[in-house]
C-alpha cells in the first residue's frame, strides 16, 4: 500500500470520528482512539503496519514533552510548588505502590511489578485537559488541582524514563558499575546539554530569527528537538528525556511563545496519529478472548485510583465534591504508559502477553473516560451533592432601575459609577467565591445565575429600566441575553463583550453595539504610543477617535458576513485600506493647508 493511501486512510478516519466524538463532548483524543481501532488489524484492517506507525507517531510524544518543557519556568513551578510536588507526589508515589502491590499478588515479580504500578498510575494529560477545558472547568479547583498532578506525573517521567532500564534482567545484573557509569554518563550529557543550550543554543535561534524567514525558523525548532532527541537516545536514556531538556533550556527565553507556536500543529498531527496508533494496536481480540479479564482490570484500575485519589483530595482539604470530580477525572490510564511499557517490554522486564494485555486495559481506560464525566454530572453530583449544594439568593425589596449580570471587574466599575451617583442597582453574580470577596468589602450582590428566568423575575428585571450584561464567560452571557430578548424584549441592554465573535453573536441577538472590553484600553495605549513617537496630542486624539469610528462602523458592516470566512478576511482588508487612505488624504489636506499662499 502506498504512502498517500495510508495517509488518505488516516486522515479519512480522523476527519470522520473525531468531529463525531466532539460533537457529543467526548473529546478528540476518543476519535483518534476509535479511528485507530477501526482502520486497525483488528478492525476493518485497512492498515496493518502498526509497529511503522507507532515509531513515527512517537515523535508526537517527543514534541509533547518539548512544549511541556516550554512552559515550565521555573517562576511557574515555584507557584505551584505545593499543589505539584504535594498532591502530584503523593498522587504518583500511593497510587504506584498500591497498584504494583496488586500486580504482584497477581503473580507479577517485583520488577514487572512496579512497572505496572508506576504505569498505571499516569493518567491521560492530553484527554484531561482537553475534557476539562471543553467542560470550563480548568479554573475550578479540582481542575486547578487535576492540572497540577499532570504536571508532576508529566516530570516524573522523565527520572522514570532513564531508571527503568535498570529493573530490566540485564540491568539489574549489571547494576554495579555500568548501571552507576551509566548514570554519570547521563548526568554528564545532561550537564553538557545544559552548557550547550544556554551557550550555542540561543545565540544560534537569533541568527536563523534574524537571517531566515518563518519557515527555515520552524526548521530549526524541529531540529533543535530532533538533535537533542537524538544525543538522549544515543548514550541509552529516552528521546523524550532530550526533547523536554530543550523545552527547559528554552522556556525563559525571547522565542519561547514563537518556538511553541511553530511546533503546536506538528505536535497536535502527530499526537493525533500516536492515538490512532494505540487504538490500532488495541488487542480487539484479546478483549473478545479474555472479555472477563480485561473488564475485571478496567473496573480495578478505575475504582484503585478513583479511590486513592479521592482519599489524597479529602487529606489535602478538598470538600467531598471537588475530591471526587478530582478523582473521576484522573481515574485514567495515560498516554505515558505506553511509553513505560513498551520500554518495560523491550528490555525484557515485561512479557509480551503481559504487555499487550496492559495496552488494551489502559486503551480501555481512556476510551470510558467522558462517560465518567457524565455520570458524575447526571447521577453523582445531583444525588451526593444535593445537601451541600447552597441555594441561590431570595431577592426581597423593590424593583432597581438597574440590573447588574455579572461582577467581575467590569460589573463592579459599573456599580461604582452607578453608587456614586446615587442609581440603586440589583446585582447577580453566579459564583459564590466572588460573591463572598465582594460582600467583604461591604457592596450588596446576590448569588445567582442571571441566565436563569426564575432568577431574573426574582431581581425584578421586567421593570429595570436598564440591563447591564457584564457576565465574563461568552456562553453565559449569550445565554442570558437569549433569556432577556426572549422574556424581556421592552428592558434595554447594554452588553461587555470579550471579542468581536462574541460582539457578533450578540447583535445576532439583537443587542445593538455591544462594548469590546479591551478595545478602548488599546486604542488608548495607541494614542500614548503615537505622543511618545512624536506625534502632537491634538493629532494622536484625533487619531484615536477616527480609528475608533471606523472600527465600529467595520463591526456592524461585518455582522452581515462573519460567518463566511472569504468574505470577512476580503472586508477586513477593503477596511484596512479605507482607513489608510482616510489618513493619507487628511495628512495631505493638512500639508496643503499649512502650505504658504504663493
Keep these: 500500500m502506498s504512502v498517500l493511501i495510508e495517509a488518505a486512510i488516516f486522515l479519512a478516519a480522523a ?10 463532548q467526548l473529546g478528540a483524543v476518543l476519535g483518534y482512539l476509535i479511528a485507530g481501532i477501526a482502520i486497525g488489524p483488528w478492525g476493518l484492517r485497512l492498515v496493518t503496519e502498526v509497529e511503522n506507525v507507532r515509531h513515527f507517531s512517537e515523535l508526537g510524544v517527543v514534541l509533547l514533552l518539548f512544549i511541556i518543557g516550554l512552559e515550565l519556568q521555573p517562576s511557574r513551578l515555584w507557584v505551584l510548588r505545593d499543589r505539584v510536588f504535594g498532591l502530584g507526589g503523593a498522587q504518583v508515589a500511593v497510587t504506584a505502590a498500591v497498584l504494583a502491590g496488586a500486580a504482584m499478588l497477581l503473580g507479577l515479580g517485583w520488577q514487572a511489578a512496579l512497572v505496572v504500578g508506576i504505569g498505571l498510575a499516569m493518567s491521560s494529560t492530553a484527554l484531561v485537559l482537553q475534557v476539562l477545558a471543553e467542560r470550563h472547568q480548568l479554573t475550578s479547583r479540582p481542575g486547578r488541582e487535576a492540572f497540577a498532578i499532570l504536571l508532576f506525573q508529566d516530570l516524573s517521567v522523565i527520572p522514570l524514563l532513564a531508571l527503568l532500564p535498570l529493573l530490566s534482567l540485564d540491568g539489574m545484573q549489571t547494576i554495579g558499575a555500568n548501571a552507576g557509569l551509566k548514570v554519570l554518563k547521563g548526568l554528564a550529557t545532561i550537564a553538557a546539554a545544559i552548557v550547550a543550550g544556554r551557550v550555542i543554543l540561543r545565540p544560534a535561534l537569533r541568527i536563523v530569527a534574524r ?18 532527541a537524538l544525543v538522549m537516545e544515543s548514550i541509552g536514556l529516552s528521546m523524550s528525556l532530550g526533547a523536554f531538556l530543550a523545552g527547559v533550556l528554552l522556556a525563559d527565553s525571547e522565542y519561547r511563545h514563537e518556538l511553541e507556536a511553530d511546533i503546536e500543529p506538528f505536535k497536535g498531527l502527530l499526537m493525533g496519529l500516536f492515538f490512532i496508533a494505540v487504538g490500532m494496536a488495541t488487542n480487539v481480540s484479546l478483549v473478545a478472548g479474555r472479555t472477563g479479564t480485561v473488564l475485571a482490570l478496567v473496573g480495578g484500575l478505575l475504582l484503585a485510583k478513583t479511590a486513592l485519589l479521592y ?30 511499557f513498551g520500554l518495560g517490554a523491550a528490555d525484557g522486564t515485561l512479557d509480551a502477553a503481559t504487555h499487550a494485555l496492559l495496552r488494551v486495559v489502559v486503551t480501555l481506560s481512556m476510551l470510558v473516560s467522558p462517560l465518567l464525566f457524565l455520570l458524575d454530572d447526571k447521577v453523582l453530583s445531583p444525588w451526593l451533592d ?8 431570595r431577592i426581597e425589596g423593590p424593583a432597581t432601575p438597574v440590573v447588574i449580570a455579572g461582577f467581575g471587574r467590569v460589573g463592579q466599575i459599573m456599580a461604582r459609577a452607578l453608587n456614586i451617583r446615587g442609581i440603586p442597582f440589583t446585582a447577580l453574580e453566579v459564583n459564590p467565591a466572588q460573591v463572598e470577596f465582594v460582600r467583604r468589602f461591604g457592596n450588596e450582590i446576590f448569588f445567582g445565575d442571571a441566565s436563569r428566568l426564575d432568577m431574573l423575575r426574582a431581581a425584578k428585571v421586567g421593570e429595570a429600566r436598564l440591563f447591564l450584561l457584564a457576565i465574563d464567560d461568552i456562553d453565559a452571557s449569550l445565554k442570558t441575553a437569549a433569556t ?12 461587555r463583550a470579550r471579542n468581536r465573535f462574541h460582539c457578533y453573536k450578540l447583535m445576532d441577538l439583537g443587542i445593538n453595539a455591544p462594548l ?4 478602548g484600553s488599546s486604542i488608548a495605549m495607541a494614542q500614548r504610543a503615537l505622543v511618545a513617537l512624536g506625534m502632537s496630542a491634538t493629532e494622536a486624539e484625533a487619531f484615536a477617535v477616527t480609528f475608533q ?3 465600529e462602523a467595520m463591526l456592524k458592516r461585518q455582522h452581515a458576513v462573519y460567518q463566511d470566512e472569504a468574505l470577512l478576511i476580503q472586508t477586513t482588508r477593503q477596511a484596512t485600506e479605507e482607513l489608510r487612505s482616510l489618513f493619507e488624504d487628511d495628512v495631505l489636506e493638512r500639508a496643503v493647508c499649512a502650505a504658504p499662499e504663493a
Design 211 to 228: 537571517f531566515g524567514n518563518q519557515e527555515i525558523f520552524t526548521a530549526a525548532a524541529l531540529l533543535v528537538v530532533i538533535i537533542m
Design 516 to 519: 469590546r472590553e479591551t478595545i
Design 311 to 340: 482519599a489524597i483530595g479529602r487529606f489535602a482539604g478538598a470538600s467531598s465534591s471537588h475530591a471526587r470530580k478530582l478523582a473521576l477525572s484522573l481515574a485514567v490510564g495515560g498516554e505515558f504508559a505506553f511509553v513505560l
Design 386 to 393: 444535593r445537601e451541600g449544594r447552597r441555594e441561590f439568593d
Design 549 to 551: 469610528a471606523h472600527d
Design 484 to 495: 432577556m430578548r426572549k422574556h424581556f424584549p421592552q428592558v434595554p441592554i447594554i452588553a
Design 15 to 24: 476527519v470522520l470520528l473525531v468531529p463525531l466524538t466532539r460533537r457529543f
